[in-house]
């Protein structure tokens, strides 16, 4: 098994731990995935994204679509088919399958439509007030932070 040394990136990085556990998760879980259902990730625009999964042979009610802890879990489980069929042959899989996304920080799924057989999640990054850029001022030597902020309210 592959090992990823990742203590370049934590010298001037904070808040990455989870970075290392993610990356091994995804290694591990990349050698024991079956490739069922396949799937496209496509990036909609700066903050957009939509999973598309070919599940050709699922209705809706079949199909289960959660978000926990940062993961995104898809689900797909067949009815039971009391009907006897005899095939010469089958090639479109029909079996349950559970597919996971890690979902990184701020995206939240907006919505799900099933098509013509595939899957189609949209997310979208949305970052809180919060989180977003701001100025932060600078205190000058012999002035306290207080009074800086007396003088900006009394400007504005």
Avoid: C, W
């Amino acid at each position: 098994m592959t090992t990823i040394d990742l203590t370049p990136l934590y010298r001037n990085s904070i808040g990455f731990d989870r970075m290392g556990s993610l990356l091994d998760h995804a290694l591990r879980s990349q050698k024991d995935s079956t490739g069922f259902p396949p799937y496209d990730i496509e990036t909609m625009g700066d903050d957009r994204y939509a999973i598309t999964l070919a599940v050709a042979g699922f209705d809706d009610e079949e199909l289960d679509i959660q978000v926990e802890n940062g993961v995104l879990r898809v689900r797909g489980k067949k009815a039971d088919d009391s009907e006897e069929k005899s095939y010469l042959y089958r090639g479109i899989a029909n079996r349950s399958f559970e597919r996971k996304f890690n979902l990184a920080d701020h995206i939240e799924v907006t919505g799900a439509n099933l098509k013509n057989g595939l899957l189609t999640i949209r997310l979208v990054k949305e970052i809180p007030e919060a989180m977003k850029p701001r100025s932060i001022a600078i205190a000058s030597a012999g002035a306290t932070l207080e009074h800086k902020e007396k003088k900006a309210d009394k400007a504005a």
